[in-house]
């Protein structure tokens, strides 16, 4: 068995340590380890975490290759530190059925550079018309627990309430995707000052704050658990404070680009930032913040959403919405959070890693750095400085916001299963 | 001068003054027993409409034909576009046909500004109405009307609108004119208030250069120019407001509401109107309505705009007002 040892990195962003990868697993840490028949890695200054986590990626396969692949996306996860992503249904065909989870599954295995765990669709074509064969795809081979119409709001009350019920038989939670379908028709970004001047419809916060109102009591009513998808406004948080301070099982979710960026920016009519929900206002942006650092919200995901150049090289209303992040994600995180002091990298560690892996049940992830554990790791340079360039990413997709940006932060290793998928900022 | 002409609000007051003086200049090839200038020939300015609009489409081709350009009208119903070409693939395509300047209208807001921002062609690009964003050729024609009719055809040379009370009633939600007008005469010195039923305000008007009422009787007696805009009867399936009559009643201008206004006021239409709904036959085809002199005044501006932005030969030059005269 191989044999790594990662010498002197902060684990968690606290004391250096030693880390010795014997196989699979993590065999010991601690100071002075011997590099006996290992591999060194020298890794003074950098931080080590567990393997990132991302409850919310878009890998287009199967039915749109031409934007990503689950091999393209997995790559992109590895590049940006991720050992497990959870792949949203929202592919062609829908991920509604034990053959097409197995088949994303399965992939995602071939991959072989993280683990992809399927999602799936809570309705049968994200329709929101018939609940999809839930129980079958958690018992596939696949054994999803988390269902999602992501893309799609699940608006149908009833829905909703039937599918917080049902999968309670197996431990299964719904993501919403918190979007009031009537009040966001024509809508093209965040809907205020910007949208009044630039004369583009409207996506007002009212839409998302109000099913996530409603989701939470039905959450409540039912006792069932709920996830709420890329919250974007300084008002959902608020509704989710209040939940959690009844006690009401819901966790949720906050994108990177969230955390950063405006709707100023749409004044470019740069479709690279048109994305879903959209960016809000410099308010919403500091109440994320605030709440992702008080554990309002419980963790980073990236929605990921791979597009090809063609579909963003247009006018902003003909333009696909979304924005890839994987490689990009831990930087964000690092800028908005840890620079600004309202983060520290244990806390990175819990967003980005334990609590995605605990609310997507992702075995094996999501676990300390400590003997025993599954050898999921990631280095990080936090002393690095460079602008993106996108012409490097691993995805197979470029539509990224952050181009030509300066971005903390860069991810050097990362390991799976004590296999290195990543070495000194290369996928291996 | 500015390369491109996408919004009102890119203008700046001297811009905007030497736009309308110009016009005056181009009103009076008008007056000639030849209406045409030298200035673009050997130029070819193409029109591209994604949208449907005849009369923005011919005030400019007008323009354009006035000017000597050579004018390639471009319609987006069956064209390549119909088939799935890409506004770039489009826009390129022209352009290497050697067009020297684009005016474009397009049904995306913002779709201009990208023709002019994203480096897929070289040429000028103007703004014949985007969407629900800006429609500054409108907004520079009903200043100039203004001008002519508030501050006088000569006396105006040289003059902003500033001090004169505008108000502009109906859709603004949805207008761009409504938009591109607020920013013009904003800059143009002008108070412009403007009116609507609630649900046709904007989200975010209060950071606009103007003032926002809902109620047209009390602000009528308070208007140098009243600008009615066409308020679409398909607005009224979104609930926007409960029936044609009510808006009518409470939104409308009729010869009874147009008694209020003060005497020199003028009313004002971008066009095309929808009589009955925003504005009554009495009003509309009364001495105080603008439309028709709004229509000419279109065609002196967009020669102005074409003119300034494409840079005529000094030589070709409107000949001088002594000499007209």
Request: net charge negative; charged share 25%.
């Amino acid at each position: 068995m191989s044999k790594t040892l990662i010498r002197g990195a902060k684990v968690l962003g606290g004391e250096a340590q030693d880390v010795l990868i014997d196989g699979d697993t993590i065999a010991q840490t601690g100071t002075g380890l011997s590099d006996e028949g290992a591999q060194v890695i020298e890794a003074e200054g950098q931080i080590l975490l567990p393997g990132l986590v991302d409850l919310h990626t878009h890998l287009r396969e199967p039915g749109r290759e031409d934007s990503e692949t689950v091999l393209t996306g997995t790559r992109a996860a590895a590049s940006g530190g991720y050992t497990a992503v959870f792949a949203m249904a929202n592919t062609f065909p829908v991920a509604d059925t034990a053959g097409v989870v197995e088949q994303v599954y399965r992939l995602g295995k071939e991959s072989g550079y993280c683990d992809v765990q399927p999602i799936g669709a809570v309705t049968v074509g994200l329709e929101g018309k018939k609940l999809a064969e839930l129980g079958a795809m958690h018992e596939s081979a696949a054994g999803v627990t988390v269902f999602s119409d992501d893309g799609k709001c699940v608006d149908d009350a009833v829905m909703m309430r039937r599918a917080l019920e049902y999968v309670k038989a197996f431990g299964g939670v719904v993501a919403q995707h918190a979007q009031e379908p009537r009040l966001t028709e024509g809508a093209q970004m965040n809907e205020g000052v910007v949208s009044a001047e630039l004369g583009l419809g409207g996506w007002p916060a009212v839409a998302e704050e109000s099913i996530i109102a409603r989701d939470v009591l039905l959450a409540e009513h039912v006792g069932s658990r709920v996830h709420i998808c890329h919250l974007s406004t300084a008002g959902s948080v608020e509704i989710v404070r209040w939940a959690k301070s009844r006690g009401i099982d819901v966790t949720a979710e906050v994108t990177p680009h969230h955390l950063l960026l405006t709707d100023e920016l749409v004044r470019s009519y740069n479709p690279v930032y048109k994305v879903n929900p959209p960016l809000r206002t410099e308010r919403d942006v500091m109440a994320l913040r605030e709440a992702l650092a008080d554990g309002t919200i419980d963790i980073v995901a990236t929605d990921h959403a791979p597009h090809p150049h063609e579909d963003k090289d247009c006018e902003w209303a003909a333009a696909a919405m979304g924005m890839v992040g994987l490689e990009t994600a831990l930087s964000v995180v690092q800028q908005t959070m840890v620079e600004t002091g309202l983060l520290d990298w244990a806390g990175v560690a819990d967003r980005m890693s334990f609590k995605p892996a605990q609310i997507g049940q992702a075995k094996g992830h999501g676990r300390p750095v400590s003997a025993g554990e599954p050898a999921n790791l990631t280095l990080v340079d936090p002393a690095y400085r460079g602008e993106v360039d996108p012409a490097g990413f691993a995805s197979r997709s470029r539509n990224t916001p952050y181009e030509g940006r300066e971005l903390p932060g860069r991810v050097t290793h990362t390991f799976l299963r004590g296999r290195a998928t990543l070495v000194d900022g290369k996928l291996a | 001068m500015m390369r491109h002409l996408i919004s009102a609000a890119d203008l700046t007051r001297d811009e905007a003054v030497l736009i309308l003086d110009t016009a005056e200049e181009m009103a009076r090839v008008a007056d000639r027993p030849i209406k045409k200038l030298p200035a673009l020939r050997g130029r070819t300015v193409c029109n591209l409409f994604f949208e449907d609009s005849t009369r923005t489409r011919i005030s400019f081709e007008a323009a354009e034909k006035r000017l000597s350009a050579d004018v390639i009208n471009f319609a987006a119903k069956g064209s390549s576009v119909s088939k799935g070409e890409s506004l770039k693939d489009t826009a390129q395509t022209l352009e290497a046909m050697g067009v020297d300047a684009v005016v474009i209208r397009h049904g995306a807001s913002g779709a201009p500004y990208r023709l002019a921002n994203s480096g897929w062609i070289d040429a000028p690009v103007i703004n014949a109405g985007d969407g629900t964003h800006q429609h500054p050729t409108q907004a520079l024609l009903d200043a100039f009307t203004m001008r002519r009719r508030l501050v006088g055809r000569d006396a105006g040379i040289g003059q902003d609108l500033a001090g004169r009370r505008i108000t502009i009633v109906g859709d603004v939600l949805h207008s761009r004119v409504a938009r591109s007008n607020v920013d013009l005469l904003h800059t143009l010195g002008a108070e412009v208030t403007l009116v609507a039923p609630p649900t046709l305000v904007p989200v975010g008007v209060e950071t606009w250069p103007c003032e926002v009422s809902y109620d047209l009787d009390s602000t009528l007696t308070k208007s140098d120019a009243v600008m009615m805009l066409r308020v679409q009867r398909e607005r009224m399936n979104a609930a926007f407001f409960p029936t044609e009559r009510e808006y009518s009643r409470r939104y409308g201008l009729d010869g009874e509401r147009m008694a209020k206004m003060p005497e020199h006021a003028i009313v004002m239409h971008p066009g095309p109107m929808v009589r009955g709904m925003e504005i009554t036959a009495e009003v509309a085809d009364s001495d105080r309505c603008t439309v028709i002199e709004q229509v000419a005044n279109g065609v002196s501006i967009r020669m102005a705009v074409l003119y300034l932005l494409l840079g005529g030969n000094e030589s070709d030059a409107p000949t001088t007002r002594t000499e007209e005269k």
